[in-house]
């Protein structure tokens, strides 16, 4: 059996068993207009990272912003959840910074 032939086969088993049937947007357009707005060459770069298993710094900050938001919510002592929100803006602070860098460096190439 062929590569492409036992892949279909594992997908159609998972559609039978419902795998496929609770997916998020299910039923819509697949929403790219990101994708194609990011210049080639960094989408090139992130898809290397992803092949490999790492993640850009962006990725990683927000990856860091998240998790401290989430945190934030099961904190009740005034003192943590102060210290927590001064991490959240030093962090999304860099993320900003980040990004303009890089938009910069694009307009200048």
């Not at 960094?42 to 993640?55: E, P, T």
């Not at 990683?60 to 943590?80: N, S």
Request: glycine share 4%; aromatic share 6%.
């Amino acid at each position: 059996m062929s590569l492409e032939k036992s892949v279909e086969a594992i997908i159609r088993e998972a559609q039978e068993r419902g795998d496929f049937d609770n997916l998020k947007g299910k039923g819509k357009p697949i929403d790219l207009s990101a994708y194609f707005e990011t210049p080639e060459d960094v989408r090139l770069a992130y898809s290397i990272l992803k092949n490999a298993g790492m993640v850009s710094a962006e990725v990683d900050l927000l990856t860091e912003i998240a998790a401290l938001k989430e945190r934030l919510t099961t904190t009740y002592e005034e003192k943590d959840r102060s210290r927590i929100q001064k991490m959240i803006r030093e962090k999304q602070l860099q993320y900003n910074v980040m990004m303009e860098r890089q938009k910069r460096q694009r307009k200048e190439n």
